[in-house]
């Protein structure tokens, strides 16, 4: 699932002219939107510190990409064999988002939920205005400048930069697969990725986090929704009294929301399908073969 094309074209680019510093930026952006969201709407299981990336490779170019190390990551649930990195983001991520959160609370007739919704609704506008900054400040220019006028890239690869989630029934180098199972909840994380994750990240996409799904990845065919007793329920971004659809519907919130740009499902009875449509964002359902 991904949101707006042109989203993911000006996080790409930007990466590829900035090289590491770029990327780092890009990834400070996504983990404080998880940090300030994610309590609320319950989308992501797992998320590594953004030191544990630093460290893993954000400066690498070769094409296999960063991979994140086992006992490395920081749970939702809050437990973490190495949180230092993250902890400290987070806390500025609150802080960051405080004063806008205040202003639209005296305009909200929800306190609280409504304001963190409405800063989740207008990602990517928010995102624009840190690429436009971060563009000024260093090429005392124009975002919009001409072709002719980018920097030169510093790397070819289409998702150079961009962060993604992966549903929590797909391994992860370094992050456990739960399937939002309890019993599944102390395994050991995974040695490799899946295939899906190597391809995106030789294509220079960054995997940052888990996404939730229903319990055992189960659904009934008449409550389709994204529940477990281990992560309780993904809300839907747009009204929380509806169904945010199953079972990839922690991936389709966290792309609503601008969590991150890109997020990868699966699809056995309306994965794919169900959960974008809940939450209005694009899904790519591959063909076999």
């Known amino acids: 699932m991904q ?18 510093a ?9 983990l404080k939107r998880i940090a300030v969201l994610n309590p609320l709407l319950r989308a992501v299981t797992e998320v590594a510190s953004f030191q544990q990336l630093r460290n893993a490779g954000t400066s690498q170019e070769d094409h296999g990409g960063p991979e994140c190390g086992p006992g490395n990551v920081s749970t939702a649930r809050g437990g973490s064999s190495n949180q230092e990195g993250s902890a400290e983001l987070f806390e500025e991520g609150r802080a ?11 305009r ?21 205005s840190v690429l436009l900054f971060e563009r000024r400040k260093h090429h005392n220019s124009d975002w919009t400048l001409p072709p002719s006028q980018h920097p030169k890239p510093q790397s070819t690869r289409p998702l150079e930069g961009v962060p993604f989630l992966v549903k929590d029934v797909i391994d992860v180098a370094g992050f456990r697969t739960v399937a939002g199972c309890e019993l ?20 220079g996409a960054v995997p940052v986090g888990k996404s939730t799904v229903p ?11 994204t529940f477990s007793s281990l992560h309780s329920v993904t809300e839907n971004p747009y009204k929380f009294s509806i169904t945010s ?7 389709a919130v966290a792309v609503a929301t601008g ?20 939450a209005s964002v694009r899904s790519a359902l591959p063909v076999a073969g």
């Not at 074209?9 to 590829?16: L, N, S």
């Not at 599944?184 to 294509?203: E, G, M």
């Not at 199953?246 to 991936?251: F, L, Q, R, W």
């Open 96 to 106: 960051e988002s405080s004063s806008k959160e205040s202003s639209l609370e005296r």
């Open 245 to 251: 659809g199953g079972s990839s519907g922690g991936s």
């Open 259 to 278: 969590m991150v740009p890109l997020a990868v499902g699966t699809d056995w009875a309306g994965s794919l399908r169900i959960p974008p449509s809940a």
């Open 184 to 203: 599944l909840a102390r395994t050991h994380p995974a040695d490799a990725s899946a295939d899906i994750v190597r391809q995106l990240q030789a294509l």
């Open 108 to 128: 909200s007739d929800r306190p609280g939920k409504s304001a963190k919704l409405a800063l989740a609704i207008n990602a990517d506008r928010e995102l624009h």
């Open 215 to 225: 319990e055992a990845c189960s659904q009934s065919r008449v409550d389709v929704q």
């Open 3 to 20: 949101g707006p094309p042109a989203q993911l074209a000006e996080v790409a680019r930007f990466c590829q002219e900035e090289g590491a």
């Open 22 to 30: 770029g990327k780092e930026k890009i990834l400070l952006h996504y």
